[in-house]
């Protein structure tokens, strides 16, 4: 692990300056220096041989990249801006962060009984955000958590109350203003009590068009029988670098449903973990991804079963188009005393054109013998057949090759339950369709 | 031949028994049937009687040939002469029914003291056993099981029943599924092996197989116990009037 | 025909134990232990070696000298043992009577051709032989070959690698190292500076082989590392297929086992390689036992040309191999069939890399793996499809059975895709044997053991049928004999 002289320097002048901003608790100040330290000591990983976490993933252009901390203000954004560039709903509690700060005029947040939504220096005396925030994401855990805890200023929290059931979905919402190309460090803690249920939205947006670099942390806790479902969406743009990372920590018969959905940045990295650390636990981790031009977008999806009767689903689909390439690292541990495991990992994948690659490696490490594990994946064109079909029924080229291509996206996108959010994301996949077919053979 | 008193059963690690204090006897040359509506546990005897891993015995006694067989695994009560003729039977991929066959027999036969029989000698004997059960000389060279609609793989079970020669062939609702053409084979296949020192339990939930094999004995199985022994016309008697009558005097009790 | 399991008739299998453990007493003649260019140019002495073959070793020991202060040994797999002395082995070790080259079986040592016998390798070229030509290799020399004259008549070549150096050498110059560069990884660049033996075969265009070729390792001297390199070439048209079987003695020190293997065909040729790898695998409690880190390559450079990897892998301590083959010929097709078994504290990291270059190119994996005991077992493969390989097709399966819960199954395939028109599917499972299947077969009166061999070697049909129909009896035996008390 490297770090380029200036890059390092660049750093830790803004680490300095942070620290002088404002006063912030003991405890805070404490974590953000434990980050520091950790980030100083080990830097951005290195795509070296041997290096199986980056094996596929060069961060070098990143390294040279000396992206600030935004300490000035952000210029203005228009709330119907919002509406129209970002998944939006006023039926949900959204807190918005512009430019990594929290923005209290732009937020809407109806927090009800049981369920606490809140900035997260907001509330730096709660007991809870003490006892979790950087327990599940720790910062000696990799760079990134490190650099975003050294950073931590804002951020989303949520706590349920126990038996909670019946809350709107909770909306956090990350953009990024023209103007600057800035690092922004977004955080998220949800806690939720048990046999609670919650819908939880992270989203990562830029209004502008230049590159930044967005390195967000969510941690999830998950009590006994609480259930989440939890969907996040990446649309930054393609000058972007953007390294995500989501720890999930789950206790007995609790229930974790992730749909992810990521529109390739410049570099762009989903690493999820999942720890089903007591019995009958249950996570779903879907994803979709679509890249063209030069993106990259790497899914770093693990699940630990460290506990029995746990079940796991990995479902990950990529069309890729263009120079783009595309990662699927899936991983599931099932530890000694996992028994009656049932896990499930699977990652299908279209590629459109000679100038992309697909690198998929879905695999299992199991230690314990009363299990049901399997696996798949594939690559493969738009299948001919059907197209032919579609055309010998009057269907043209464009038009058919478009159909497959929303169907093939569909069995991901069709999960999203939260109204809003998946037109949102039918609209985005719209979008991108036309420019996914223009950058193919 | 089989002696079963008070037999109580459960799944294992469930609460709930399943068979709650059964009994029967049952003489060598006997055929005996088992009818009783779904639920009633009939399958569960037929496994528990082999010695089924995913089934516990809380309490009662199982003697085959005056041998307490409670404690033996699978293998060695079916060394003993019992055979389960399976209702789902598992299927087993790479093992040819042909080596399955010889291993099962090989098995048997040094149990009881004689040599193995030679290829060819196998071979011949079990030729001839495929032909007379009608199976398809093709299946058989399939891995076992594997790919075998209903009825062939009842007939597959009866191709065993015949190449082994149980002293206690148990058959687990052999008839579901099967056709008259199958279920007239499956009777010959029975009637044929009848002989004074072995017996047979048939478990079945319809009538219509006991047309073809006629029973000596049937019990009307409800709620994990026998609630009516009689004579053959007590098939009859649920072919007619159905299981509900015993159902409703169980639930009373 | 006779293959290394014929051994385990022959022996008493009750005790589930290594049968091949015995140790031959013959006279060896030893360069001393530890690696340095006069060892290199020691053993290029002893064989007495043209120049550039001795050039090409010290550009190879160089090389490795280099990688082993950089890099070290690869990290990557799931194996754990404990740092390799390299100082503390022999690089060369060779039977006395060997210095001599035996110009026919009378002048093999009769206690050499006494252990090859005790194996079932008789190389008496007698009636039971008939098919089957073998080269004996004793500690990395070349001992004997049988069937080379009826061969000969064929135009094809087989004979140890010494020989072929000799009389050969324009072959050798053009293809040793053609698949597998001296700088390809650290044991490979070890073996290309160390190799002592090994064997080699070429058939000329057209030609089929009409016996199998096989090669017979016997690792015998203690603290010896056996570095055997084989190279197989297919000219135009032709076909083989080759067999390789080895045993070690018991021995409580580790014994290192770098060997390579290089295969090529050309134009619409076909090798076929079946290995039977059952070198020592340590003693229950995880003593000892061969450290087996293979490279085996093979390159279809030709088009319409096929290479097929057959593996039972029951052997070795440690067992680090990917057969692999680079599928540069339009519409050549490569296959992986393999069974590997990791029981007591033995570990395996096995797999293939197939790699996709020409048109139309075909792939097939089948891999399974058996964890018992306390081992660990894992696969790991790579199928890339280089962006000049329109239509490539791959179709991967691996599977993974548990036989008790102190064991590991793993499985980490790496897919890379450059060609739109690839199409690519890989599916895996992994499971314990089902109990189910377990009571019916029970139920019929087979014990615990017996049920769960013959579910186990029926799980494994699919790449044991693979192999030459001797071979596959055989195969199953050792894999019984290889999980003897695991269950139970």
């Known amino acids: 692990m490297t770090l380029a002289a200036a890059t390092g320097e660049k750093y830790a002048a803004d ?238 018969n609790s229930t974790f449903t992730s749909t992810s959905f990521a529109l390739g940045p410049k570099i762009g990295r989903n690493d999820v973990h999942v720890l089903l650390d007591a019995p009958g636990a249950e996570c779903t981790l879907n994803g979709l991804y679509l890249t063209t031009g030069d993106q990259h977008m790497d899914n770093h999806i693990s699940t630990t079963h460290a506990k029995p009767h746990g079940t796991s689903h990995q479902f990950y689909k990529g069309v890729l188009s263009g120079n783009s390439r595309a990662v699927f690292s899936g991983r599931v541990l099932v530890e000694k005393d996992a028994q009656k495991t049932q896990a499930f990992q699977k990652d299908l994948n279209l590629v459109l054109s000679h100038g992309a690659e697909i690198d998929t490696k879905p695999s299992l490490e199991i230690y314990a013998d009363d299990v049901q594990c399997a696996h798949g994946a594939t690559a493969g064109h738009t299948d001919s057949e059907a197209l032919f079909y579609m055309q010998a029924r009057g269907i043209d080229e464009v038009t058919a090759q478009a159909m497959l291509m929303r169907g093939f996206a569909s069995e991901i996108t069709d999960m999203i339950r939260v109204d809003g959010l998946q037109d949102y994301v039918h609209g985005v996949v719209e979008e991108v369709i036309p420019r996914l077919q223009a950058a193919a053979d | 031949m089989l002696q079963v008193t008070d037999l109580h059963a459960s799944v294992v690690d469930a609460d709930e028994e399943i068979l709650k204090g059964l009994s029967l006897s049952i003489g060598a040359g006997e055929v005996h049937a088992i009818m009783g509506p779904n639920g009633s546990g009939k399958s569960t005897f037929a496994n528990v009687l082999l010695g089924r891993p995913d089934y516990v015995v809380n309490s009662g006694v199982v003697t085959f040939e005056d041998e307490d067989i409670l404690e033996l695994f699978p293998d060695q009560r079916a060394l003993r002469g019992m055979f389960l003729a399976f209702q789902y039977p598992a299927e087993i991929p790479g093992v040819r029914p042909w080596q399955f066959l010889k291993a099962a027999l090989d098995a048997r036969r040094e149990y009881a003291g004689e040599k193995p029989l030679s290829v060819r000698d196998f071979s011949k004997l079990f030729d001839d056993k495929v032909e007379a059960v009608g199976i398809d000389p093709d299946l058989v060279k399939r891995s076992l099981n594997e790919g075998f609609s209903g009825g062939e793989k009842k007939r597959n079970e009866m191709l065993q029943l015949e190449m082994l020669e149980p002293r206690l062939a148990i058959l687990d609702e052999t008839d579901s599924g099967l056709d008259v053409d199958a279920l007239r084979i499956v009777a010959e296949g029975v009637n044929s092996l009848r002989s004074p020192d072995r017996s047979f339990l048939i478990v079945t939930h319809y009538q219509r197989l006991l047309n073809y094999i006629k029973p000596d004995v049937v019990h009307i199985l409800v709620d994990g116990r026998i609630v009516e022994t009689g004579g053959p016309e007590l098939a009859m008697t649920v072919e007619n009037s159905g299981y509900e009558q015993y159902i409703k005097a169980a639930v009373a009790d | 025909m006779v293959t290394p399991n014929s051994i385990s008739r022959e022996s008493d299998l009750s005790g589930g134990e290594y049968k091949w453990g015995f140790v031959t007493e013959v006279e060896q003649d030893f360069a001393p232990k530890g690696l340095s260019e006069d060892i290199v140019r020691l053993i290029s002495a002893k064989k007495d070696e043209p120049e550039w073959l001795l050039e090409w070793r010290l550009k190879a020991y160089h090389h490795w000298v280099k990688m082993a202060k950089e890099q070290g040994e690869p990290e990557w797999a799931k194996i754990r043992y404990p740092q390799i002395d390299y100082n503390d082995i022999y690089y060369y070790a060779a039977p006395k009577s060997s210095t001599e080259a035996p110009k026919s079986l009378a002048d093999v040592d009769p206690e050499m051709l006494a252990t090859f016998e005790k194996l079932g390798i008789p190389l008496q070229e007698r009636e039971k032989l008939a098919g089957v030509a073998i080269d004996a290799v004793f500690d990395s020399v070349s001992v004997a070959t049988t069937y080379t004259e009826q061969l000969e008549k064929l135009g094809i070549i087989f004979c140890s690698f010494s020989e072929a150096v000799k009389n050969h050498p324009n072959l050798i110059k053009k293809y040793l190292g053609s698949v597998v560069p001296y700088s390809d990884n650290f044991f490979a660049t070890l073996n290309s500076a160390v190799f002592s033996d090994g064997s080699f075969a070429y058939i000329p265009p057209g030609v089929r082989c009409p016996i199998e070729l096989m090669t017979y390792f016997r690792m015998n001297a203690e603290g010896t590392g056996q570095f055997e390199r084989t190279l197989i070439v297919a000219d135009k048209g032709a076909y083989v297929s080759y067999l390789e079987g080895c045993t070690a003695p018991f021995r409580k020190t580790s014994q290192l086992h770098a060997a390579v293997v290089e295969l090529v065909t050309l134009d619409d040729a076909e090798i076929k390689y079946s290995t039977i790898q059952n070198w020592f695998p340590g003693s229950k409690e995880g003593e000892g036992g061969v450290y087996n880190f293979v490279t085996k390559r093979g390159i279809c450079r030709g088009v319409n040309s096929k290479i097929s990897w057959t593996q039972v892998e029951t052997g070795s301590a440690i067992t680090w191999k990917y057969p692999s083959v680079i599928l540069q010929g339009d519409n050549s097709t490569g296959e992986f069939y393999s069974v590997a078994l990791a029981n007591n504290h033995q570990q395996a990291d096995t797999g293939t890399k197939m790699i996709h270059i020409g048109k139309n190119t075909k792939s097939t994996i089948v891999a399974k793996g058996i964890s018992a005991g306390q081992g660990q077992n894992t696969y790991r493969g790579q199928v890339k499809i280089m962006p000049s390989a329109e239509n490539a097709v791959n179709h991967t399966q691996c599977d993974s059975l548990l036989v008790g819960d102190q064991c590991g199954a793993h499985t980490v395939p790496y897919i890379e895709v450059r060609n739109p028109t690839a199409r690519l599917e890989h599916e895996a499972s992994t499971s314990k044997v089902s109990d189910d299947q377990l009571f019916y077969l029970r139920s019929r009166g087979i014990s615990e053991e017996e049920a769960h061999h013959m579910i186990i070697t029926g799980w494994s049909r699919e790449v044991i049928k693979e192999l030459p129909f001797e071979f596959a009896m055989e195969a199953g035996q050792l894999l019984k004999v290889s999980l003897e008390g695991a269950v139970g």
């Open chain 1, 15 to 252: 680490f300095k300056a942070l620290t002088e901003l404002r006063p912030v608790s003991d405890w805070v100040s404490k974590l953000r220096q434990s980050g520091w330290d950790h980030f100083d000591s080990i830097g951005f990983p290195t795509a070296r041989r041997g290096n199986e976490l980056w094996k596929y993933t060069n961060l070098a252009a990143l390294d040279q990249g000396q992206f600030g901390f935004q300490f000035d203000e952000s210029d203005a954004v228009e709330p119907d801006v919002l509406r129209e560039r970002a998944p939006w709903s006023d039926d949900w509690s959204t807190l918005v962060f512009i430019d990594g700060r929290y923005s209290e005029s732009l937020s809407q947040v109806s927090s009800g009984d049981g369920v606490q939504v809140r900035n997260l220096s907001d509330v730096a005396n709660s007991e809870s955000l003490r006892t979790n925030l950087g327990t599940h994401a720790a910062v000696d855990e990799n760079a990134f958590s490190a650099l975003n805890t050294a950073f931590l200023v804002d951020g989303g929290f949520v706590q349920i109350a126990d038996n909670r059931e019946d809350t709107s979905p909770i909306h956090f919402l990350f953009v990024t203003t023209p103007g600057g190309s800035w690092a922004i460090y977004p955080r998220t803690l949800v806690v939720s009590g048990i046999n609670s249920r919650s819908t939880v939205i992270e989203s990562y947006i830029s209004l502008g068009d230049e590159g930044g670099f967005t390195a967000p942390v969510a941690e999830y806790v998950l009590n006994s029988g609480a259930g989440i479902e939890h969907y996040r969406v990446l649309v930054e743009n393609e000058e972007t670098f953007h390294i995500g990372t989501t720890r999930v920590y789950q206790l007995d």
